[in-house]
């Protein structure tokens, strides 16, 4: 069954998500939410969805890169992005440590903003601890558009959309972006956008918090990953 996502707006998107009770794992309930969120994603189509999305405030996201999404990007394009296909997985309770800074910056969109999309920073390699839909503990170590999905669909689990770490000035309609932008060099991207080089003067990431803030939020996540 496909369910409506919902749309940026919509408190559940802003609401920390509460992890799943290990008795919860493995339920029927769960084992439906599971399968109509793989319903609803496919049917989007995305490459991810987190459950605060279908309007369930759980800390639950699947990912599913398929190839025949990758077809509309050149090779260069996907050796760029270091996009490869990633074969459907659930991730509960996840927690994520950035291995390298966010510093590595593509144009995403988001299921639950429709029609726009916005250059963000994200780390480059990511490694991320959470339990699958069986309840056994899974390991992932990703790099490139893999690491970039898990970090998207992990921000939901917090509340936290791709526009809160978005270069804002680069925020742009889908028409526009594939009208203007798509095939732009990443360089050019770069200095169109970069809020370094945008003629604002501010500092990348626009989150409103200082480099070391952030360094403090990797910090804390790579602490509660060892924990
Ligand atoms: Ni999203």
Redesign the pocket.
Known sequence: MRIKIVNVGEPVLRTAARPLHPEEIGSSRTRELIEHMRETLADAP?V???AP?IGEPLQLAIVEDRVEYQANLTEAELAERERRPVPFHVLINPEIQLLSSPDTSFFE?????PGFVGMVPRARKVRVKALNENGEPIRIEAVGWYARILQ??ID?LKGT??IDRMWSRSFCSVDNYNRLWKSKPTSELLQAFHPRTDGTGRDANLSGKSPEERNDETATDRHRSTS
């Open positions: 995305g991810g969805l987190a999305q969109g988001c299921l639950s903003l998207h669909e939901h959309l791709y």
